[in-house]
């Protein structure tokens, strides 16, 4: 094109070794297929984002979109969307996974140049082409010239300068207005470039930027980093010569901004998913279910932690190790009447009048705490359901299986423990508990799908030495049985994960199986 500075290519394209496989394979398929893209900005950083460690900054040609995206979804990386806040026009959000380090990494695809202040992005500067024209290659991927990085930096820079740090640079307030990353980036690109061949860039690309703004902020850099006066005045000259090209006036920016950060420093009224990604297809549910020894809590925690990078993911606790402060009181109340009543029959016997009475207590309490329970397990199912509802990814450390049989081995599996609890009922209020805690169950549905931890009973009495074996083999019978084809799990999908194996073998398994599920 008429008028673009001419950049030699450089022509290595090899990967660099440290890379995750999963990007070196994606960019190698666009170099192949000759996609105009670059990594646009923050190339300092390059070799953190190849490793997964940052986020990566594509902008795309919109002419190769379709094709772009089709290369995406042949390397199973995910469309996203970005959270409340944070989604701009022209803007992409993709995740992929690389399963043989087992880490995420975030692609964000622009295929437009909006830059501006945090939250709002007021500004679509129109030189996509040049940008794409100017590119090379550096560690394989394709990135703009080094002059042309550090003006949109420049300008990136002077577009987030707020009131405040013109206050603070003046008084030389804690850290500087332009934050140290962006210094040491501005920096690096100042030394690998000109002023001469900065003032041709500006000439022949950045035409509608008044060059001495950027010059000025350059050396500004370089000698004079905390001048907040004459940052405010490159500001302000900056913000004029692209009104032009703003999305919003300076007045409605200005609210959006506030309204912004109210909201995300307020307490009271939180943005929603803050600061976290959902995936364009909505919400899902899945629980890890096995035998004791399975490693589910464990496990469920480095879900948790590990999808927490980007992800809206909300973990839920489905056993009865984690009360409520109800359930905790009515079971310090029911072993008091436990102790109550040991001792009075052990004096007297068990038809002594008193000792029935407290019998009769002890059992109501008991059949009270499960009810409690049930209400506990209720609670969280119903806070759960509607999380994925808004799109967030539910995950369940355990989940009754009563929806699965009633049979006792599956209540086991927290289930009501009323039925299988040994104690014989007697009376109206006895009957009417047991009813109350049996009605919470069928109205937890099964979720989208059951990761089923499966452990060879041997292995797990090895892990729970302390646990009766009876029980055990009674919760082994009841994973096992899930395979039987005549057990109804409705639309749940049930993943079977070999839990025999070491920890980190277990979990690298299950994060597979997991990123196919999402």
Known sequence: MDHIVKFEV????????????????????????????????????????????????????????????Q????????????????????????????????????????????????????????????????????????????????????????????????????????????????RKELERLIDRTSIESVDEVLTNVFSFVPKEIILVFISMIENDP???????????????????????????????????????????????????????NGGIT???????????????????????????????YMGSKQPSRASDLLYLAFRMFRRGHRSMYQKFGVNFPIAVWLDSIRRNLLFAHYVSIGNDRFERYLAATSLSSEGSIVIYDRFPLEQVSTQPDYRLMDGPQSPISGEKTSGMLNEALIAKEISYYPKMHLPDYLLVLDVDPEISIQRKPDHKVEILSAKNRAIKGLLNPEIDTQNTELIYIDANLPFQDVLRQLKSEVWEIL
């Open 10 to 69: 450089d022509k290595v394209t090899s990967n660099l070794d440290q890379s995750l496989a999963a990007l070196s394979r994606l960019f190698a398929h666009l170099n192949q297929e000759s996609i105009r893209y670059c990594h646009w900005k923050s190339n300092l950083r390059l070799i953190e984002a190849l490793q997964g460690e940052t986020d990566l900054d594509l902008l795309v040609d919109r002419r190769h979109s379709g094709k772009f995206r």
């Open 71 to 182: 290369i995406l979804l042949q390397h199973d990386i995910k469309p996203v969307q970005a959270a409340h806040g944070r989604r701009y026009p022209a803007l992409e959000d993709y995740l992929g996974f690389d399963v043989s380090s087992g880490k995420f990494f975030h692609i964000h695809v622009h295929y437009q140049l909006v830059l501006g202040e945090q939250y709002v992005k007021n500004y679509r500067i129109p030189i996509e082409d040049k940008v794409l024209d100017s590119a090379k290659f550096l560690c394989g991927v394709k990135v703009p010239a080094e002059e042309i990085e550090l003006i949109i930096l420049c300008i990136r820079a002077l577009l987030k300068y707020r009131d405040r740090d013109v206050i603070k640079d003046y008084f030389s307030i804690r850290y500087p207005g332009i934050p140290g990353h962006i």
């Open 226 to 280: 905390r001048n907040g006066r004459k940052f405010f005045i490159l500001r302000k000259n900056l913000r004029i010569s692209l009104r032009a090209y703003q999305r919003k006036s300076r007045t409605v920016a200005t609210w959006i901004y506030f309204r912004e950060l109210w909201q995300r420093r307020n307490s009271l009224f939180p943005t929603k998913n803050q600061g976290k990604m959902t995936f364009s």
């Open 286 to 316: 899945m629980a890890l279910v096995g035998v004791d020894g399975a490693g589910k809590s464990t496990l469920h925690q480095h879900l948790i932690a590990w999808l927490s990078w980007k992800m809206d993911v909300r973990g839920f």
